[in-house]
């Protein structure tokens, strides 16, 4: 089989097929399975918007665009996904099954939301699972319980983060909570709502925990439950699939930051416990840059391939509360919030236009063996999003990178995956990247 791995989806505009690059509809139109995550929430016109950032509303036909791509394989777990709240999560499980697009990652319940969706090719059956760890609190969907209804909502993978400070720094934190007078007051809530801390080493500061230790760090670590549960949806799925990728939604990076260079620690951990469970590939996107590959027991792992699509500006769903924590009034268009995101006051780039690396993209071409369902081979095909272009319809839109621009995307994707140990060749004349994986094995 031929599958093709996308990464986020974010657009307003419509006749994507006609618009994209036709070397991108040429390589869509030869493939078996094509996935993408679909980062917005497709909201019925009487559906609320639960704002708590940047919400992503989508019209109705978003999920039609999709499949006029030719995109079989969606996932609907991220960040967004609850953007318009429960009603919205529904509103868009409708939408995509209307166009019959395999959706996974969200659900009525859980355990819908935790499930393989399967797509059937002429060459074989891929299972998809979808999983977030953004927004994994927040949106995270729940089994019904004595006396409670389920909550509609996406397969999360939790994590908590901590800080770890020298007994010097550790000092001053505590110094700083009895200045402000924070310390007495939180430990007597804490008491109330028995949760009693009464280790010494331990605070919490800020909501974050920080521990006593010999060095500066941040720690992190994963909901083991959460990954259990992945994992066993992993293992139930390739029972009855061919081939097994898992799509997971993570903006965290090394340092505590969205638009670090690396994942955070945790991510990489599940990654591996995923190819361990018997995922042939795992798809990562998020943090609207590329991050490294790296090829675990020869299954590739792609820890961001950036998005296909990320037109901004022609979002027209903008709820009150957006417009009031950019600084505009209730009452201004959506183009004046787009506008203000794109450039400053004298006219410098700001954001996700001001710089190259969130224009730099990939697919990934995965072909796999017929007898074992695992990947034989990668090509990866840099993507320009053309963030900056003059003519504003482009600006978000894909085309294939060729030349200098597509050797710079290598390179760059070359250097993300130095800590992985991660070879990648570059074919100047086709402007393709590889990657090299040992030969399938067949699993149990």
Do not use: C
């Not at 770890?164 to 007078?181: S, T």
């Amino acid at each position: 089989m031929n599958i093709i791995g996308a990464g986020d989806m974010i657009f307003g505009s419509r006749r994507l097929r006609e618009r994209f690059d036709p070397t991108i509809t040429e390589l869509f139109d030869r493939s078996d399975a094509i996935f993408a995550n679909a980062e917005f929430t497709v909201p019925n016109d009487s559906t609320p918007a639960y704002p708590h950032g940047y919400t992503l509303g989508n019209h109705r036909w978003a999920a039609q665009e999709m499949r006029e791509l030719g995109i079989s394989l969606v996932s609907g777990a991220n960040n967004h996904t609850g953007d318009y709240g429960h009603l919205g999560v529904l509103d868009t499980m409708q939408a995509f099954a209307e166009q019959g697009l395999v959706l996974a990652g969200v659900g009525r319940t859980l355990a819908e939301a935790r499930q393989a969706a399967f797509a059937d090719t002429a060459k074989g059956r891929v299972a998809l699972i979808a999983a977030s760890t953004s927004g994994a609190d927040e949106f995270r969907a729940a089994d019904a319980g004595r006396n409670v209804a389920a909550r509609p909502g996406l397969n999360p993978l939790r994590w908590r983060v901590s800080y770890e400070l020298p007994p010097e720094q550790f000092q001053q934190i505590l110094g700083i909570e009895a200045a402000l007078g924070i310390d007495a007051t939180h430990r007597e809530t804490d008491r109330i709502e028995i949760r009693e801390n009464l280790d010494p080493d331990l605070t919490t500061f800020g909501g974050v925990p920080v521990r006593r230790g010999d060095a500066a760090r941040v720690r992190w670590e994963v909901n083991r439950h959460d990954l259990d549960e992945i994992r066993r949806s992993i293992v139930d799925a390739s029972r009855s699939g061919d081939t097994v990728i898992v799509s997971l939604h993570a903006h965290e990076g090394e340092r505590d930051g969205w638009y670090s260079d690396q994942p955070a620690e945790f991510i990489v951990e599940a990654a591996h416990a995923m190819v361990d469970a018997g995922a042939h590939a795992v798809f990562g996107h998020g943090p609207h840059m590329l991050r490294g590959i790296e090829v675990y027991r020869g299954a590739p792992i792609f820890y961001s391939l950036n998005g296909l699509t990320f037109d901004l500006e022609s979002g027209y769903r903008v709820p009150v509360e957006m417009y009031e924590k950019y600084s505009h009034p209730a009452d201004a268009f959506p183009s004046d919030l787009h506008g203000a995101r794109r450039r400053g006051a004298n006219g410098e780039r700001l954001g996700f236009y001001s710089q190259e690396r969130f224009s730099q993209a990939l697919l990934a071409e995965l072909e796999t063996d017929e007898k074992t369902g695992g990947v034989a081979s990668v090509a990866l095909h840099p993507l320009d999003l053309q963030m900056n272009s003059e003519q504003r319809s482009l600006r978000g839109m894909p085309r294939i990178a060729a030349g200098d621009s597509a050797e710079t995307i290598i390179d760059e994707l070359s250097r993300l995956s130095e800590p992985f140990g991660t070879r990648i060749s570059f074919d100047r004349t086709r402007g393709v990247g590889a990657v090299e994986v040992e030969a399938p094995a067949v699993r149990a």
